[in-house]
Nanobody, 115 residues
């Protein structure tokens, strides 16, 4: 079992930046891939970024060049750095870890991009 807790969401103006955090209850990021998803109102959940246990990253085309995913294995925390935010980035953001074939999700954090 593992618990994931996201934080760092909020209201930001277009063009602004935010960094989301995902804290795990135990050391998993050194051995398991983790994912950042988002879900906007009325839309399906979308995979935004991936980071493998080895630190290899991948991004959705919609955020490539603007978002950066990284992690600190010693602190059991992963991050999603977001810049040049746009109104269509508004969503609830979730982190997810895949462990032994099972996905563990955080509760989500709201990001609202609006002037």
């Amino acid at each position: 079992q593992v618990q994931l807790v996201e934080s760092g969401g909020g209201l930001v103006q277009p063009g602004g930046s935010l960094t989301l955090s995902c804290a795990a209850s135990r050391n998993i990021f050194g051995t398991s891939p983790m994912y950042w998803y988002r879900q906007a109102p009325g839309k399906q959940r979308e995979l935004v970024a991936t980071i493998t246990s080895a630190g290899v990253t991948d991004y959705a085309n919609s955020v490539k060049g603007r978002f950066t995913v990284n992690k600190n294995n010693a602190e059991n925390t992963a991050y999603l750095q977001m810049r040049s935010l746009r109104p269509d980035d508004t969503a609830v953001y979730y982190c997810c870890a895949s462990i032994a074939g099972r996905d563990y999700w955080g509760q989500g954090t709201q990001v609202t991009v609006s002037s």
